[in-house]
């Protein structure tokens, strides 16, 4: 009902001053301002809108005092002072659609609220050299709303709106964890909290709060931290007020963190399995799934994906239905993991700890897998200088024990190289036998230089530790092994891609993890 009051009170006031205006020169003034005020309250109620709704109200409160000013004189002061309830509505309208500030101080006064004082100061300071006392009164008035206005704010606003309800969290790293936190508010005055994490693996919902008369909120914390990550997990918190005048910044920590490296999963996983007992509840990334899925060859039986036509494949492989749409020869590859063992090709270059991380987990993981399908393996490991170690094919077991000692081998290398992805030594072929069927100068051309760089990429394997490892085990072990390629792709990018390349077209099934 007061609301009601409050927006139609201008309608009220305006019509009133067209029909008691001195002048039919001067009605036209209140009927432009009341023609305006309905067009605002039909409109949209956009941010925009109701900022300029805001500052409509705000003039219509100098506007009615000076309209009334020729028949009440001094008196005319008292035509405007229901319009503050109209103001407060229109300033509690902007806070709700306001987004979260941007402002990091830990408290200050919104833009909205510093506007709406400079507009009243300016004002107050006109009306001296104008000699208007009613305008002086009226502005006088505006800022001693503000101001109460401003002090009721201050008084409930605590330095934190919200308390958060700690809970512990104990997570392997690289997984994901999600909790519940409660949130209590800790201020009667109500207004908005913006919440948002400084880091990319935490995630809250919902980001933004209504405070209202809920005695706690839910608050949804989905994380997922790497091994470098902080022990507590910190939120940042922006809060403004109902009606947006005050603007304040905090920090809540609703999650204590207990992350546990993967390498040291991975490594309880193995030794409880060789104790003979289970493995655990939580999931390995390098499953025994991993391996039917991952070994692509292009004489199995079960459907693994396409890629571009390269000479020498079997017109049985192509995909027509997929070759029309693309207007390209495309391939199709099916997945087969033979009964051979498996050699496991190892990178023991990292270029930090969570690297080394991820490489100990997923060495354990893969040797763990292997050992619960039962398939003997072979292991061999290198870094940028050289090969390390080279075993023939051992029991599951025998070798879950050497990739224990393994993944305590690991080195630091710093690359100057980055690659964004591998080379695609498949499509670079496939380029070169399409360009060599084409009789033209500038085909040629073309051809002669992706030549250079096929020749380039096989210089560069040739000369690799990871040709040579890969050799060296093949001969030490069953030169029939199925591949499995764990490596961070640093040093030795081009030379995985090639020999991967070049054995895959020899038959081999290749795992990369």
Known sequence: MSETFFRIYPVVGLIAAVFLSPSPYLSFVPLALLVFYLYLRTSRRTLFWAQLSLLTDFFLFFALALLFQPLLGLFAVLVPLPMLGALSLSLEEVGRLSPAPLHPARRRPSNVSLTLFCIAALILLLSFPLGNQVLSLTSTASLAYLLILLAVVLR?????????????????????????????????????????????????????????????????VSVTPPLSGPSEVVLGGEFLDRWGLIESAFDLNPVRLYVIPRARYAAWLARKYLEGTNPGDLPLLSTSGVFRAAAASRTGVEYYGNRPYQAGDSMKSIDWKHSAKLNELVSKEFSELKGQPALILINLAVTDNEEADKLAYNIIATALSLAQESIPSALTAYDQDGVRLTTPVLPPRAILTRALGVAERMVSFVSPLKYLAPPDVARLRADLFRLRSVESDPAKALASLLEIEYRSLEEAARENPATAALLEGLAKGNKESNLVVISGRNHDAEALAFNLFKFSRRGYAIIEI
Do not use: Y
């Open 156 to 220: 409930g606003l605590p330095p934190q709106p919200v308390e958060e309800e700690r809970v512990k969290l104990r997570l392997v790293a690289g997984t994901k964890g999600d909790v519940v936190v409660k949130l209590v508010p800790q201020t009667a005055v109500g207004g908005k909290v913006f919440l948002s994490s400084p880091c990319d693996w935490i995630r809250v919902n919902p980001e933004m709060l209504t405070l209202h008369h809920a005695r706690e909120f839910p608050l949804n």
